[in-house]
T-cell receptor, first 112, second 110 residues
Framework: KAGVTQTPRYLIKTRGQQVTLSCSPI?????VSWYQQTPGQGLQFLFE???????NKGNFPGRFSGRQFSNSRSEMNVSTLELGDSALYLC???????????FGPGTRLTVL | GQSLEQPSEVTAVEGAIVQINCTYQ??????LSWYQQHDGGAPTFLSY????GLEETGRFSSFLSRSDSYGYLLLQELQMKDSASYFC???????????FGTGTRLKVLA
């Protein structure tokens, strides 16, 4: 079974631009969660989608948004990029419920 | 607030045993998970405790005590490749969010 895939793997943007990241979960997994990881802040929960509905949201500004499609693939969007948005963005999928999270390789975003 | 606290760093020598603790403060949760993350890599699942007690998976064991709001990951026969960051995590029963601990960086010395 193929693992979680994320595209692109690396991205360089400038302040003020917007970016869209993509995540394809493991086949059969209906829950997709997004995390931001920075050296000083660890793994910070962004949001979780289950069956195309946002089930939970972390403490991030409205510039961070996401969605999930009927095939469970998910995208997250960050508008008006700031330098502090530079981070590794990880996507994880699970069957749902309280299940184990399976992570993708992440997208390394650098904002200049 | 809801949080999972871990020591920031632990150092041990090859062949030794090391314990990484996790104390949590949540409104209720379904169980405690542990993940390993090597530098530059993604977190990978190691172990899950739904009930109190010890779970053993090869060289790794994990323990949970709900009454003490405490768990730990035990790594035996340490190898250099075990040098990584380790995170405890839980899905809370109140908000249903999946939250991660602060992370522990393990350094294994030759």
């Amino acid at each position: 079974k193929a693992g979680v895939t994320q595209t692109p793997r690396y991205l360089i943007k400038t302040r003020g631009q917007q970016v869209t990241l993509s995540c394809s979960p493991i086949s059969g997994h209906r829950s997709v969660s997004w995390y931001q990881q920075t050296p000083g802040q660890g793994l910070q929960f962004l949001f979780e989608y289950f069956s195309e509905t946002q089930r939970n949201k972390g403490n991030f500004p409205g510039r961070f948004s996401g969605r999930q499609f009927s095939n469970s693939r998910s995208e997250m969007n960050v508008s008006t990029l700031e330098l502090g948005d530079s981070a590794l963005y990880l996507c994880a999928s699970s069957l749902g419920g309280s299940d184990t999270q399976y992570f993708g390789p992440g997208t390394r975003l650098t904002v200049l | 607030g809801q949080s999972l606290e871990q020591p920031s760093e632990v150092t041990a020598v090859e062949g030794a045993i090391v314990q990484i603790n996790c104390t949590y403060q949540t409104s209720g949760f379904y169980g405690l998970s542990w993940y390993q993350q090597h530098d530059g890599g993604a977190p990978t699942f190691l172990s899950y405790n739904a009930l109190d007690g010890l779970e053993e998976t090869g060289r790794f064991s994990s323990f949970l005590s709900r009454s003490d709001s405490y768990g730990y990951l035990l790594l035996q026969e340490l190898q250099m490749k075990d040098s990584a960051s380790y995170f405890c995590a839980a899905r809370t029963s109140g908000t249903y969010k999946y939250i991660f601990g602060t992370g522990t960086r393990l350094k294994v010395l030759a």
